[in-house]
């Protein structure tokens, strides 16, 4: 795919430019800026909050809370008193100690960043949970983590097996006219007499900060268990990939359920002391818009998934709203699309920077920054202190332009520590030569951009050519009529695998067998003749995790009439 590259507009950005020799970057640079490189005392959420309730930023906003019925504002001193309290609540009423697991399910709300904030304090272990998980979920986490604490709302209680979970000790309600016995305490009640002064749990630097649990394509979600050390990658790519600044008003719109939702909806920006708006609800784009006009939002971290759902949306709406403070916008979670980028670029008249990372890696690690060329379709460059490869089945270097593992060599500060007891699986992520294998499939051109392909297991090989259903889906959303689209490969007799899409289309379209020609010639011409699916169904949606990835193992189990594994994640 040949792309004219976007240059950077003027600015005065923290990562000034890019050359090679910042592979040899020192993490170690890092640690100064942190007080524990002075006084020897480690806890996330100190740095986060604490310290900057110490100086010029006492009274600076740390969280702005939006949603359908609150609308409120905390500064670094409040929110120190309110982690405090939280962290009080804990300990007093559900003997949180170093270690334990302290899981959180509820809608976004401050009391939600309280709990998990507090929780940290005390050196506990956090556990976010998708509001929106079912009981099956909530069970396979809650009992693989043996979460003492839990942290929910009357409402979601029902989805708790709470008798089938003997190592949950203390559940939390956060809401009204809660009835209190030794098992269920009233969260609000307790927070309002708790005294805002606490003494912090002082923690060792590889000691438990968080679990996210995520899915694979089969078997139960594992526990990715990442510790306080992460903290100088939170920080360090908050400066230079998010580039915030101490004017900036930030705003990831990404749930703690999701790695993106803690990593920097909560440690990177408050890491580097910076105001970060929070906006509960559903998703609809004038409310998007809005919430960048009335905050005056400067910087955006966001996914493709949304942008492809403002994109639908029409450029009208995007004239109602007046968007001047954005100055910088990024993405992550799945590729960005080129034509997204292209529409970023008329309406915004800003690029969309893509980011590449996993629960996994805790933090970004192939980035476009503010200050570098963006190729589009491309998830840029890794970030200083990180080498990526792609590397073949044996863990040997592919030379440029050559589809293989993409690969991480490793070191960095952010990386899981391990998975929560299951240390063969957490073996089983690393190849010799110290490579962190990723499951993604990816090239590195020439200039050393990296090309998202797909997953190792969607990669597509039709009539003896390898074929990423990235590239295929790309170019079929450049088509007018289609929303959205997701690729699979199907085993064929004689081509081993065909191309098969799976399209949504924009309002206004009608699906007809011309419609489907039409787009099977526009890939043709567009892309490539082996690239163009043979098969193309309509689908009013298609299947996607929480946090927008399209699940082309479900499009291929359906297709397939295969199991679809585990589905905790999908979106409803
Ligand atoms: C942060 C996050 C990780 C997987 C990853 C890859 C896909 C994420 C991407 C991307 C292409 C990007 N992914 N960012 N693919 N371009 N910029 O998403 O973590 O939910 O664990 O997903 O997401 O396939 O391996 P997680």
Redesign the pocket.
Known sequence: MKVEALSPTNGDYQLKDYSDTYHSFDWKEVEREFSWYETGKVNLAYEAIDRHAETFRKNKVALYYRDASRNEKYTFKEMKEESNKAANVFKSFGDVEKGDRVFIFMPRSPELYFAVLGAIKLGAIVGPLFEAFMEGAVKDRLEDSEAKVLVTTPELLERVPVNELPALKHIFLVGENIEEDEKYIDFLSKMESADPHAQIEWVERTDGLIL?Y?SGSTGKPKG?LHVHNAMIQHYQTAKWVLDLNEDDVYWCTADPG???GT?YGIFGPWLTGTSNVIVGGRFKPENWYKTIEDFGISVWYS??TAFRMLMGAGDDVVKKFDLSSLRHVL??????NPEVIRWGMKVFNLRIH????????GA?L?CNYPSMDIKPGS??KPIPGVKAAIIDDQGNELPPNRMGN?AIKKGWPSMMHTIWKNEPKYQSYFMPGDWYV???S?YMDQDGYFW?Q??VDDVIMTSGERVGP?EVESKLVEHPAIAEAGVIGKPDPVRGEIIKAFVALRDGYETTDELKEEIRQFVKKGLAAHAAPREIEFRDKLPK?R?G?IMRRVLKAWELDLPTGDLSTMED
Do not use: N, Y
């Open positions: 996210h995520t990715v999701w790695v993106t990593s996914a493709p993405s992550v979670g799945e590729p960005l893509d980011t590449w990372w996993m629960t996994e890696t970004q192939i998830m840029g993409l990723s499951g993604d990816a998202f797909g997953r990235f995790t946090s990835k």
